[in-house]
């Protein structure tokens, strides 16, 4: 049921009347900018790019779209890693960037109402000067929008805590690919009126409906935050001692972990003075006042301790704090300067399973000959096997393709799960039978058949 | 058409979009093919041939960029922009294909005497010739004649440079303007004629000679005073003047240098930051003659600020940002006044 046609010209000057002509690019320059997003190696040319202004707007385009059967793929910043915005069978590219006004932040109601090109970073930014928090931070943060990380379902470094995205999604606006605007939730906090398809769009990569007003939930800011760092001799102990400090009645903030390879590449490029000798590199923190923040350090050290942490430091100061998180910013930077090509993955498995995880990613990057260095989320299980290579090189590129597919199904044996925060998009679609089951994804396509009876939201990806 | 750009620094980009949020022309526009990423993916396909060199969107493109680097420092890769836009610009906009309005400006600065002649009828600091000092004041080629009074006020507060007459232009103009050989040959000739290190007033000038001489050889003016005399007194002004800066493109994302300028204005006024003072005034070299709808529209939201921030002084560390806010303060009729650090220095600090 993917639809194909391509619009013609009376569909193009329908859609021009709709957003305005300087809205609607067709030219091949604009074009070419559209069709990758953040993904290696995926690529797709749409056959225009619109970018509309209002739901209003939004709802036009879908209507025209629907009626030629023309494909639609929404956009926020294009920040994905799973190719998720990619046009597989071209149609037209709906850049929500021009929706981009912050409408309210209520500390009465602790919510936030947006247009979803809302910057993640602006959300955060405006909530913190009224002393609230929006939890969710993925690593594009700056850049991506609010519309992208819920259609995505975002994770980020504070997600064993707080939580992903989808926890903080109170409401939703919607245009349906018919051209209905639906609306599900709102300000409240308790609401069960009817299925949760705020919760069903969480993450349905734009392939349901086109989300044009968020409703999102803010906490108070925590006082202040206490960061440390520990090294051990084998990922084994870091692992335990994750299991350790959590154990130990800490809900940290952050639990981010680096392994041997990503050590190595941080040192190479930033100089930090880290120890390149050890398994692995532990970062932890914590938020709140200032006692509990004591006392979870004070604990969490101590785990480190008993499970034999080679050396342990706490931040003194928040430019030591600064220093200390450096390592865990630097690991993407210092990965994507040893080749000109980096798969960044996000294989996910339960928090007891992750030594075996990487352990098993070890075994696979020797066998095959691949630079492969894992970070990632230690406290929710979270992994970003990341290989780097040169895309000149093709057995190589076919090489670490067929290593991923055997480190998908590791995690899939081992309870996980394919992505836990990069999505399905193109580049994992053909794995998610293998972890959903036949069953389940025949009842994906039912729903989108419900949404979308013509197939023209992102097709080709999730429920096609 | 391939061969345009050096593959190592098209390879760099990984597309994550991190430099979009920097980019000003982005902001302008919040289209995807008027940013760092959507430029590089241009690049990318005339160089696989997928669009041609001359597509109008290519050619737009190129010079709707202001080439201020600002998403150099924010790319998580390294990707160096400004010299993948140097090696775009040099393709380009090679002879017939260069703007009329250009022509006279890069004309005028190619020659050595032609840089003097035009110097001679502005009272520019000068000493006969290089007394053998290690280190010289450089005195650009249209701030010699726009601004003489920067390069008198630079002398009083470092007169233990040397300046001597006999130099040209640092070849920056030609560089960001497609003559990226011409360019470089320029900032070697300057090298030559100015042994030893080379203090500059003009940041876009610093960034360019660094790149070519190396950065061990330049000091823009602020680098140098704050290494001559150490770390200054923040927090004791001896004005009650409100200063705010607006920083040079290329010195801040290209050298590095923000934090020097801000210190030394500190020591003479309330120094106010401004939101937007590390980015783009939208002089930008060139652009601001080029394409002034576009310059205007990129320095509305500074000369807001200023006026918001009710500033006495706007400091400048460059002359393009000079003439472009000079020119957007009298148009709002603002009260502020435009000046040079040098000359905010050399009038109200103790020198």
């Not at chain 1, 193009?12 to 320059?29: F, H, I, S, T, W």
Request: some cysteine.
């Amino acid at each position: 049921m993917v639809t194909t046609a391509a619009p013609g010209e009376r569909l193009r000057d329908r859609l021009e009347q709709a957003v305005g002509a300087r809205n609607v690019r067709g030219d091949p320059g604009a074009l070419v900018t559209y069709a990758t997003d953040a993904t290696p190696l995926q690529r797709g040319e749409p056959d225009l790019v619109v970018f509309p202004a209002s739901t209003e707007e939004v709802a036009a385009v879908l209507r025209l779209a629907d009626e030629a059967r023309v494909p639609v793929i929404p956009r926020g910043s294009g920040t994905n890693l799973s190719a998720g915005t990619v046009p597989l069978s071209g149609g037209i590219v709906l850049v929500l960037t021009r929706m981009n006004r912050l409408l309210e932040i209520s500390d009465a109601d602790l919510v936030a109402v947006c247009e979803p090109g809302v910057r993640t970073i602006e959300l955060a930014e405006a909530a913190a000067a009224k002393g609230l928090l929006f939890p969710p931070d993925p690593g594009s943060h700056t850049t991506a929008t609010l519309g992208g990380n819920v259609a995505e379902c975002s994770g980020g470094l504070r997600a064993l805590k707080y939580g992903i995205t989808r926890d903080y999604v109170l409401g939703v606006q919607a245009v349906l690919p018919t051209g209905e605007v639906i609306r599900s939730g709102g300000r409240l906090v308790k609401d069960v009126a009817g299925y949760d398809l705020r919760r069903l769009l969480c993450g349905s990569e734009g392939t349901l409906a086109v989300m044009t007003e968020l409703t999102l939930r803010l906490v108070p800011a925590p006082e202040s935050s206490g960061t440390g760092m520990a090294y051990f001799t084998d990922l084994r102990e870091a692992a335990r001692a994750v299991s350790r400090v959590l154990a130990s009645g800490v809900l940290p903030v952050t639990l981010e972990f680096l392994d041997q390879v990503c050590i190595g590449a941080v040192e190479d490029y930033a100089c930090i003075g880290l120890d390149t000798d050890a398994g692995a590199l532990l970062i932890f923190g914590q938020d709140g006042d200032a006692h509990t923040i004591e006392r979870d350090m004070e604990r969490i050290a101590q785990a480190c301790e008993a499970e034999g942490a080679t050396e342990l430091r706490i931040a003194g100061s928040s430019a030591e704090a600064a220093e200390l998180l450096e390592a865990r910013r630097a690991v993407l930077p210092s990965l994507s300067r040893l080749e000109p090509l980096t798969i960044l993955e996000d294989a996910t498995v339960p928090r007891s399973r992750i030594a075996d995880m990487v352990e098993h990613i070890q075994a696979v990057a020797r066998r095959r000959g691949l630079r492969i260095g894992t970070f990632g989320h230690a406290g929710d299980g979270n992994l970003h096997p990341t290989v780097v290579l040169d895309p000149a090189d093709q057995e190589a590129v076919q090489g670490a393709l067929e290593a991923f597919d055997e480190i998908f199904a590791k995690a899939i044996e081992l309870d996980g799960s394919i992505t836990g925060e990069h999505g399905v998009g193109i580049v994992k679609l053909p794995q998610l039978e293998r972890q959903l089951g036949a069953d389940h994804v025949a009842l994906l396509r039912r729903i989108k058949a419900a949404f979308d009876p013509h197939g023209i939201l992102n097709p080709g990806k999730l429920g096609s | 058409m391939s061969g345009i750009f050096t593959p190592e620094l098209l390879d760099r980009c990984i597309s994550c979009g991190f430099c979009l949020p920097a980019c000003p022309t982005y902001g302008l526009t919040a289209v995807e093919t008027s940013s760092p990423r959507g430029r590089i993916n241009l690049m990318r396909a005339i160089e696989t041939g997928t669009l041609a060199e001359n597509d109008p969107t290519v050619l737009e493109e190129s010079s709707f960029c202001l080439g201020c680097r600002a998403c150099e420092v924010v790319c998580p890769a390294g990707v160096q922009y400004g010299a993948l836009l140097e090696e775009w610009r040099g393709r380009l906009w090679h002879g017939g294909r260069r703007s009329w309005r250009l022509k006279p400006l890069l004309w005028a600065v190619n020659r050595t005497p032609r840089v003097r002649a035009l110097g001679l009828v502005r009272r520019h600091a000068r000493t006969r010739r290089a007394n053998g000092k290690a280190a010289h004041l450089m005195l650009g080629c249209f701030e010699r004649v726009l601004y003489p009074r920067v390069s008198r006020s630079a002398r009083i507060l470092a007169p233990e440079l040397s300046v001597p007459p006999a130099q040209g232009c640092c070849g920056a103009l030609h560089a960001h303007n497609g003559e990226l050989e011409r360019g470089n040959q320029l900032a070697a000739e300057l090298g030559d004629a100015l042994a030893g290190t080379i203090v500059t007033t003009a940041g876009g000038c610093a960034a360019h000679l660094a790149g070519v001489l190396g950065p061990g050889r330049v000091r823009e003016l602020s680098q140098w005073l704050a290494q001559r005399d150490g770390a200054g007194e923040p927090g004791n002004p001896r004005g009650d003047m409100r200063i705010g800066l607006q920083d040079s493109c290329h010195l801040r994302n290209g050298l590095d240098v923000y934090r020097e300028p801000r210190e030394l204005l500190a020591q003479v006024g309330e120094y106010v930051e401004l939101p937007s003072a590390g980015a783009c005034c939208g002089a930008a070299g060139t652009y601001a003659i080029l394409r002034p709808r576009d310059s205007a529209r990129v320095l509305a939201r500074h000369l807001d600020e200023i006026a918001d921030a009710g500033l006495d002084v706007i400091a400048v560390v460059n002359p393009g940002c000079y003439r472009q806010l000079e020119q957007g303060v009298r148009r709002r009729r603002l009260r502020t006044r435009v000046m040079h650090l040098a000359e905010v220095l050399a009038a109200y600090g103790d020198v």
